[in-house]
Structure formats: C-alpha cells, structure tokens
C-alpha cells in the first residue's frame, strides 16, 4: 500500500498544518510501502513568490519535517522539482482533464480572487500538478486537510477519466483526513481557515513559534459571546480550541466540553495554551538542531529524489507508451502494470 502527500515550502508551517497532515504523514510512515513526502516547490510559484527565498523555505519545511518526526529510512522525502517526470505527467494528464472541471475548483476562486497582479495559469493548473504528484507513484491513500478534499476527488476523477481513455494504468486513489482537526481555524478570524498565504501572525501559530507567543496568540484568541466551554454553530472560536485540545489530547470533543464545563473561557484558553506549548515544544527545539545542516538536508533531498525518481521514471514511460507518446513500447517490459 503507498501513501502519497505533498506540502508547500511556504517557510514556517502552522499548526493547522500539523494537526491536519503532518500528523497523518507520521502515521503513514509507519505502514505504508513506501510513504511518499513531497515538498511541492513547483506549486509554490502559483502564486506571488520570492525566488531568493524559495530554496531556502524548502530547507525549512524539510527540516520541519524532519524534526516532527518523519525518518529517511522508513519514507521518501524529496522536492518535487528534482524529479521532472512529475511536470510531463501534469501535462499529459490536461488530456483528460475538463477546463469546467478546473474552473470549479474552490481553491482557484479563492486564491485568484486575491492575487493582485496577476493570476498565474500554473493556479488554473495547481490540481493537475497535484494529481499528478499523487498518480506517478499509483498511491492508494493521500493523508490531507479537509481543505484539499475536492482536488483528491479531482485527482480521482482524472485516474478514472485516463483509464477509460487509455486502459488501466493509474490507480485512483482516496483521501485521508482526519475526523478532529481537518480544518483548524484562524484564531482572529475563526470563520475562515488557518492559512500561511492569508492569515495574520495573531491569527495562526507556527509550530516554531516560542511558548510565550503561543500563549499570548491564544489568550487573544477570538472568543464569542457566553463563557460557556461548548461547540455550536455561534461558536466557532471556542469550536476550533475545543478540536485543537481534543488532538493534544487525544480525547473526544464531549470529554473536553464536560471536563471545562463551568470554567470559563480565561481557564481553558490557558490550558489550550499549556497542550499546544507541550506538543510543539520538542519539534521546535529538534528543528533549531536539524535547520542549520543545509548541506546534509540537500543530500537527502538528493537520495529521497533518488528513490522517487526509480518509481516515478518506468511509471511516466507506461503512461506515454499508452498514450502513444514517443516510440511504440519504449516502455520497459519489467513494468508490470496494476489491474
Ligand atoms: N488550517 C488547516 N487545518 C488543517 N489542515 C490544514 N492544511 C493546511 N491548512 C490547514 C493541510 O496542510 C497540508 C499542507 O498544506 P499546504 O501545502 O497548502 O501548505 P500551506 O500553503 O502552508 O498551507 P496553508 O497555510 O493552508 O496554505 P494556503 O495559505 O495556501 O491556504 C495540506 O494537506 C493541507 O490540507
């Protein structure tokens, strides 16, 4: 079974990030065969970017990987613009892909709505590149944030539409997202979701970030009327904390409600605060450690593009051989392919 996932080298990550994927990536490495980790530089340039920066942002995202806890030996680390197959899929790919299709997507409204110099036709393509990321390496299960759920039904669409066109090559696969902590929100702004590219630095906690901060983010955090420690639809401030402690403590939403029932908001933010400074804590200090060594973080990018690169080549010569790209059968006869 292969687990496939990407994550942009967007500098810090936060803790949406975290709850909502990073999570799953640890999980994932524990029992797939392999668990594929993508950090996706060719995605970031979809939107507004700094080419200075961006190398330097995928060192940090590997290394906050890194120091969450995903291990070279037991998964695939790698950038994704070091093995090409994954932009001659994308467009081999477009052959099957409907304009309307692309045109629904949610993201691509959002993030075209707010681009203000230009929006790029990679955004109107963002999906194709990532379904491609995840067909390459025929991935069964891709752990994500509930804000990715229409593009990996996008992805599987695309696999079912090439199938019927081409024969069976790609495997559709299925999302995985997690029942608590999917779609962590801002914590000013709680009716829109936590997010590098939008949000503010009171409205988001990088995992990074120092305790003091994380306890004085929290404090401030958008709160509603009542003080009572419940969820409910007129309250989404207190909602997105109550769902935050439930994965620090790994305890279901109703127990938490019951333990801080009567407490007030002042008494559980600061709990809030103890958990997230609790769990974040190690994985900031492992990356201070792991950040500094940027040659020794290029030579596993190097060896994890290596691995990659060994799935992803005989994969892209069956889907061209199929398609009737290049010489008849160029594709290697080793290349089984999956029903
Ligand atoms: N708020 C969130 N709650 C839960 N999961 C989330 N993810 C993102 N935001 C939340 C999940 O994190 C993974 C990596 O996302 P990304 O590659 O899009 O990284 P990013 O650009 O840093 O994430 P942002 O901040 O959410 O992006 P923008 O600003 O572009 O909207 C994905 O699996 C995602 O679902």
């Not at 990550?13 to 999570?23: D, T």
């Not at 045109?103 to 379904?131: C, G, I, N």
Request: aromatic share 6%; with cysteine; charged share 30%.
């Amino acid at each position: 079974m292969r687990i496939f996932s990407g994550i942009q080298p967007t500098g810090r990550k936060h803790i949406g990030n975290y709850i909502g994927a990073i999570r799953g990536y640890l999980e994932g490495q524990e029992r797939a065969d392999p668990a594929i980790y993508c950090i996706v530089d060719l995605h970031a340039t979809s939107v507004a970017y700094d080419p200075e920066a961006l190398p330097g942002y995928v060192l940090d995202t590997t290394a906050m990987l890194l120091a969450a806890g995903l291990d070279p030996g037991r998964c695939i680390l790698f950038r994704q613009s070091d093995v090409r197959e994954h932009t001659e899929l994308t467009w081999l790919l477009c052959s099957v892909t409907p304009c309307g299709d692309l045109q629904r997507m949610h993201q691509f409204k959002d993030k075209s709505e707010r681009e203000q110099e230009l929006v790029r036709t990679s955004l109107f393509l963002y999906p194709v590149l990532q379904a491609a990321d995840i067909l390459l390496y025929r991935s069964d299960e891709v752990p994500v944030g509930d804000d990715q759920r229409q593009h990996i039904e996008l992805a599987r669409e695309i696999a079912r539409r090439f199938n019927s066109t081409y024969g069976e090559v790609l495997v559709e696969p299925k999302h995985v997202i997690p029942e608590v902590g999917a779609r962590i929100m801002d914590l000013q702004d709680p009716s829109t979701k936590m997010s590098t590219s939008y949000g503010t630095d009171a409205g988001l906690i990088y995992i990074d970030d120092e305790p003091d901060d994380i306890r004085r983010k929290l404090a401030r955090a958008e709160t509603d009327s009542g003080r009572e420690v419940v969820r409910g639809p007129d309250k989404p401030g207190i909602s997105n904390l109550i769902e935050v402690m439930s994965v620090t403590r790994g305890a279901a939403p109703e127990d938490i409600e019951r333990e801080f029932e009567g407490e007030g908001y002042g008494t559980f933010k600061n709990a809030v605060a103890e958990d997230v400074v609790g769990l974040l804590a190690p994985v900031r200090e492992r990356y201070r450690e792991l950040r500094p060594d940027e040659d020794g973080l290029e030579r596993m990018l190097a060896e994890g593009a290596e691995r990659a690169r060994a799935i992803a080549t005989p994969m892209l010569a069956e889907v061209r051989d199929v398609m009737g790209i290049g010489p008849k059968g160029a594709a290697s006869p080793a290349v089984q392919r999956r029903g």
